[in-house]
């Protein structure tokens, strides 16, 4: 099984709890992703990602000037994405529950 | 650090921008803004990473916006690009379509009538604007116009003389359809076209002190909560506080969201007047739309109270006399 399929599938859930976390810009969070063990993550798949949960309403967005030269475009959470979060959040565990018991022999017999 | 932005990296970006030309151009700018600051870091840290096929990446960056792939028929959302795709596409519609290329070539000599038609639109707005009434002098400036509106159509204008006749053109065009659309009214001799129905709309649902009433609970005489109740007011209208789709809070601080769900009557009709009414459990979807739960089962929302105090059994007759009909 291909993890990348996998994670298509939840990469809003984990680019939201990353934001939930703390402020990011794009590479930042494609970084903390990375750093919590979503190392194939793409970081095109990523910015598009924060760039949809934006028009979604779930993230908001604001520019840093950075002293390297070009600005940075920061994304933090909502109101709305933290329902989101919540209700995806709810949903996760009950179908990671849901794939362990099946994935257990002992539980499956 | 560096303090530029290497070149391949600012030519990586410029093509992953030409493969999203299609788009709006503040939706790309929206979709890469801050792209070579975020390649630059991720060039920095690993240093072994090579820059692969701008197409690819951009097809990434598409897909994981949820924009559209770019096909024939693409999406515009800016108005200026949507004119002016319309316009490339209509000419080229045209250009292929010998009877069509007639018909507006036909329209196209009809253009004297329409420079005739915005003099006299303009001298309509003159003569809104000085308050004038009709007279001789009015003629006069409208002749006027009429020439020197001809005049501006026959001419070869520069560009930015072109943009001003566009734009007086829409107005006029705004005034013609205007006395158009006044005409049936005028005829009619009836001015009461306007009423207040602005505000019936912000007055629909149930309200109790200007508040709106969403739910209603019941309870019967001894002050124990009834359900199933249809409620009609005076004049025989089922009494709904909503309106069929629309979603509301399942608790008191709204974490969780449903959508209120209707009863069915033996006829068929699903109705929202049978009280309490119930909802069913909403989430997001990932558009960040609300869909119901799949298999959510309809609540009832809590009730304001469990019980409420019984009716005095000593109540006049008086008060109620259908509760207690004499034989």
Redesign the interface.
């Known amino acids: 099984m291909d993890a990348t399929q996998l994670l298509k599938g939840v990469?809003?859930v984990a680019v939201l709890a990353v934001v939930e976390a703390e402020d990011g810009?794009?590479?930042d969070v494609?970084?903390r992703l990375r750093a919590a063990g979503l190392e194939d993550v793409?970081?095109?798949?990523?910015?598009?990602?924060l760039?949809?949960?934006?028009?979604?309403?779930?993230l908001t967005s604001y520019?840093v000037p950075?002293?390297?030269?070009?600005?940075?475009?920061y994304y933090g959470i909502t109101d709305?994405g933290r329902?989101?979060l919540?209700?995806q959040r709810k949903?996760w565990s009950e179908f990671a529950a849901t794939m362990t018991d099946l994935l257990t022999p002992e539980a499956a017999a | 650090m560096t303090t530029t932005v290497p070149t391949e990296i600012a030519s990586f970006a410029t093509s992953v921008r030409a493969e999203l030309a299609d788009l709006p151009a503040e939706e790309v700018e929206e979709l890469t803004e801050g792209l070579e600051a975020d390649l630059a870091e991720a060039f920095r840290e690993d240093l072994a990473r090579e820059l692969g096929d701008p197409s690819v990446y951009a097809a990434e960056l598409r897909a994981a916006a949820g924009l559209p792939a770019p096909v024939a028929g693409k999406r515009h959302t800016s108005v200026a690009d949507t004119v002016r795709a319309f316009g490339r596409d209509s000419r080229a519609f045209v250009a292929d379509h010998p009877g069509l290329d007639r018909a507006v070539a036909y329209v196209v000599s009809l253009r004297p009538a329409w420079w005739l038609l915005r003099a006299w639109a303009a001298w309509l707005v003159l003569g809104e604007v000085l308050g004038t009434g009709g007279g001789l002098g009015s003629l006069v400036v409208l002749v006027l116009f009429a020439i020197g509106s001809v005049a501006l159509g026959m001419a070869h204008r520069p560009q930015w003389v072109n943009a001003v006749v566009i734009a007086g053109n829409v107005v006029a065009a705004v005034v013609v359809l205007g006395m158009a659309a006044s005409l049936p009214s005028s005829l009619s001799g009836s001015g009461s076209t306007y009423d207040d129905t602005g505000y019936v709309e912000d007055a629909s649902g149930v309200y109790l002190d200007g508040q709106q009433v969403t739910n209603v609970f019941a309870y019967d005489s001894a002050g124990q909560p009834i359900t199933d109740v249809q409620l009609f007011d005076q004049d025989g209208r089922p009494l709904s506080t909503v309106v069929p789709g629309v979603n509301g809070c399942l608790d008191v601080n709204c974490v969780d969201v449903g959508f209120w769900s209707a009863m069915t009557l033996v006829t068929g009709e699903d109705v929202f007047n049978v009280y309490p009414l119930e909802m069913i459990e909403a989430r997001t979807d990932d558009f960040g739309e609300y869909v119901p739960v799949p298999n959510a089962q309809p609540m009832t929302p809590a009730a304001p109270f469990a019980q409420v105090p019984a009716l005095s059994p000593t109540a006049g007759p008086d008060a109620t006399p259908t509760q207690a009909p004499t034989p």
């Open positions: 990469l809003d810009y794009g590479y494609v970084r793409g970081d095109a798949s990523v910015y598009g990602t760039r949809r949960l934006y028009s979604a309403g779930a520019v950075s002293e390297e030269g070009p600005h940075r475009k709305h329902t989101m919540g209700h949903t």
